[in-house]
């Protein structure tokens, strides 16, 4: 044997489809007549941040054997696809810290154009700079960026890390790789309240759109709820003050109202359920890393994915607890902020369910 001649590196096989397409099957509505087509696919709910609205320092993840495997993640998505979803977001946790996910991007990416219309990503950005171009290339054309400060002092007491660069480079080599970003700020009383103009105004700059969002009463967090509540029409009052905010017909499919901002050139949207309910027009599930899947963010009720998708007949098993799903899917969200003191509204985390 030569020694001058490196021995290639095993080639990693790519993600591919376990079975074949399943048949078109009937489509996602449900009780109240609602067209699923957006999921919401989370696939770790580890991070590397602590957001302090999000997590307590001290989280409990969930063991690895829980989680979906990649391979599972594809078929999981697969079914929903067979039933009409046409847009796919990967969340998390923060996704981009699961090992191998850009070969699950890669995999779903080649059904765009065919049966899948959008991929896209929620992501805290600090991985970003490694990953964008990956990104692009596998067919993802948006991501959404969560910053809740610019201020790197401020940021790093939020997430208990100090990560603020690493996100920042994160967002420009997103732009540099042509994937549209979106901001993602949870308003935070005491904490963001005053800043929040100058982050629309910075990211408006950055030809990013913004979207404010009011903080959800999910998972025990050491803060008190009521402390970090800062409701959007109050924001949206001292915004108009500097700026002429007029209404948007621009809608993503998510539950943002969007308006535009004369003076900046940029939109930017509200997520508000406490102070305005986007119920009616849903159109989404939401499933966890261990398969779990939840009909409604702000409600309790669960169906069980994973042992349809384990089970001796995981197609018929997965359309059956898809139509399980449909059926106990809520009309609204029962969101209340928390009486002070009071155990959370919901136990679980939103790093579960991905936002
Ligand atoms: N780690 C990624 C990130 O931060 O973008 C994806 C998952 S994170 C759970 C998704 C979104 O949920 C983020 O924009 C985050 O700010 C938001 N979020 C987390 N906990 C929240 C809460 N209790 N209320 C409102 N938004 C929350
Ligand atoms: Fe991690 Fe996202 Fe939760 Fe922050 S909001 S702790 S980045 S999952």
């Not at 998510?254 to 930017?268: C, F, K, N, Q, W």
Request: with cysteine; proline share 5%.
């Amino acid at each position: 044997m030569n020694d001058n001649v490196p021995t290639p590196a095993p080639r990693k096989p790519d993600l591919i489809l376990l079975r074949d397409p399943v048949e078109a099957q009937p489509p996602l509505v449900d009780a109240f007549q609602r067209r699923i087509t957006y999921l919401r696919l989370s696939v770790t709910d580890r991070c590397d941040l602590r957001c302090s609205y999000c997590m307590p320092e001290r989280m409990t993840f969930l063991p690895k054997k829980d989680v979906l495997t990649l391979e599972e993640l594809y078929d999981l998505a697969t079914g929903f696809i067979a039933r009409g979803v046409t847009k796919i977001r990967i969340t998390g946790g923060e996704p981009l810290v699961r090992r191998d996910i850009i070969d699950l991007f890669t995999a779903l990416g080649r059904r765009l154009g065919h049966d899948l219309a959008e991929l896209t990503l929620t992501t805290n950005g600090t991985q970003l700079a490694s990953h964008a171009e990956a990104l692009a290339k596998a067919g993802v054309r948006r991501v959404n960026v969560s910053l809740d400060t610019l201020d790197r002092a401020k940021f790093a007491a939020l997430t208990r890390r100090d990560s603020l660069g690493q996100v920042l480079e994160g967002i420009a080599a997103a732009k540099a790789a042509g994937l549209k970003v979106k901001l993602n700020a949870v308003a935070l009383k005491g904490v963001n309240e005053e800043e929040l103009p100058d982050l629309v105004a910075w990211g408006h700059g950055q030809g990013h759109d913004v979207t404010l969002i009011e903080v959800m009463p999910l998972g025990d967090v050491e803060e008190e709820r009521l402390d970090q509540y800062l409701p959007l029409d109050a924001v949206r009052q001292r915004l108009e003050q500097r700026w002429t905010l007029t209404e948007s017909n621009y809608a993503t499919g998510g539950p943002s109202r969007y308006v535009d901002i004369a003076e900046t050139g940029g939109r930017l949207g509200f997520i508000t359920p406490h102070t305005n309910n986007f119920c009616a027009g849903c159109n989404r599930l939401r499933v966890t890393a261990t398969g779990q899947l939840y009909p409604c963010l702000g409600g309790g009720e669960r169906v069980d994915l994973r042992a349809a998708l384990r089970s001796d007949a995981p197609e018929a098993n997965l359309a059956a607890a898809l139509d399980e799903a449909l059926r106990i899917k809520p009309e609204k969200h029962h969101f209340r902020m928390d009486a002070r003191g009071a155990a959370p509204a919901l136990a679980r985390h939103m790093s579960m369910t991905g936002g």
